[in-house]
C-alpha cells in the first residue's frame, strides 16, 4: 500500500495541491512539538509535587533531566541519571564527525545551488523535500526513483515512435510527452519540463526532424539530471551517517 501510494505522488498534485500536503506535515509537527512542551511541563510539575511531598532530609534530590533531539529540540526521554556523552554510530565521539557534518551540508547546499542557478530544478523540489519527516526519511529519492522508472520507460517508447519508418501518430507522441511533463513538474524537473514543451510543439507541427532533435535534448537532459540527483542523495546519506547519534535507551 505504502509502494502504491508513493507511486502515485507524481500525479497526485494534480488532485491536492501539494501546500496543501505541505501544510498538513507541518501541522504534524507542531502537534508534536505542543505534546513535548506538556510533557515536560508535566515533569516539572512532577518534580515539584514530589519535593513538597519529601522529607526535609531528602529534598534536593536530582532533577530529573529531559534529553533533546540536537535538530528539533522534541524530548526524546526523561531520566534521573546523568546522561551519557551522545556516541555516533560509527563509535566516534559526535565532535569529531562535526567538521564532516559541516562538509557535507556545504556540499549539498552547493550542489543544490548549481541547480537551481541552472535552471534544472525549481521551487517544486524544494516543496517535496519538506514532506520527509522521521516516518519517511528517504520519501524524496524513493519518489524520484519511482520517477527515473517511469521516464526510462517513457524515453523507450519516444524512440521507438520516431525510429519506425512508417510513424505517423503524433498524437500517441503527445500523450507521452504530457506524461513526461507532468511527472517532471511534480518533483521540479524545470529544465526537463521546458524540453517536453518544445518536444510538444514540434510534434503538433508533425516535424520529424525536430522531434528527434528535441528527443535527443531530452535525453541529455535526462541523463544529466540523474546523475545529478544520485550524487545529491549519495551526499546526503553520507550525512544522515554522520549525524547518527545512539542516545541512552530508556529501562
Not at 512532577?46 to 526535609?56: K, M, R, S
Not at 535538530?71 to 534521573?80: E, R
Not at 517513457?154 to 507532468?182: A, C, P, T, V, W
Request: net charge negative; with cysteine.
Amino acid at each position: 500500500m505504502e509502494q502504491i501510494e508513493k507511486h502515485d505522488y507524481l500525479q497526485a498534485h494534480q488532485k491536492q495541491p501539494i501546500s496543501q500536503l505541505v501544510r498538513s506535515r507541518k501541522e504534524t509537527e507542531q502537534e508534536k512539538m505542543v505534546k513535548a512542551e506538556t510533557d515536560e511541563q508535566h515533569n516539572e510539575h512532577q518534580y515539584e509535587q514530589n519535593e513538597l511531598e519529601a522529607e526535609p532530609g531528602e529534598r534536593g534530590r536530582k532533577k530529573p533531566q529531559t534529553l533533546a533531539c540536537f535538530s528539533c529540540q522534541i524530548p526524546l526521554k526523561t531520566c534521573a541519571e546523568d546522561s551519557t556523552i551522545p556516541v555516533a554510530k560509527t563509535g566516534l565521539p559526535v565532535w569529531m564527525l562535526g567538521l564532516a557534518a559541516d562538509r557535507l551540508r556545504a556540499d549539498t547546499n552547493r550542489l543544490l545551488a548549481f541547480l537551481f542557478h541552472q535552471g534544472i530544478l525549481d521551487e517544486q523540489f524544494l516543496q517535496l523535500q519538506q514532506l520527509e519527516d522521521e516516518t519517511s526519511p528517504n520519501f524524496v529519492s524513493e519518489v524520484v526513483n519511482i520517477y527515473f522508472h517511469e521516464s526510462e520507460k517513457l524515453l523507450r517508447n519516444l524512440r521507438s515512435l520516431l525510429m519506425d519508418r512508417e510513424f505517423s501518430d503524433y498524437n500517441k507522441m503527445g500523450i507521452h510527452l504530457n506524461q513526461f511533463m507532468g511527472s517532471s513538474s511534480s518533483i521540479g524537473a524545470k529544465r526537463i519540463r521546458n524540453v517536453c514543451v518544445a518536444f510538444r510543439a514540434a510534434s503538433e507541427q508533425n516535424n520529424r526532424a525536430g522531434c528527434l532533435r528535441a528527443l535527443e535534448l531530452l535525453e541529455h537532459e535526462y541523463c544529466f539530471l540523474k546523475n545529478k540527483l544520485h550524487e545529491l542523495f549519495q551526499i546526503q546519506q553520507q550525512r544522515a551517517l554522520a549525524a547518527g547519534v545512539r542516545y541512552p535507551m530508556q529501562n
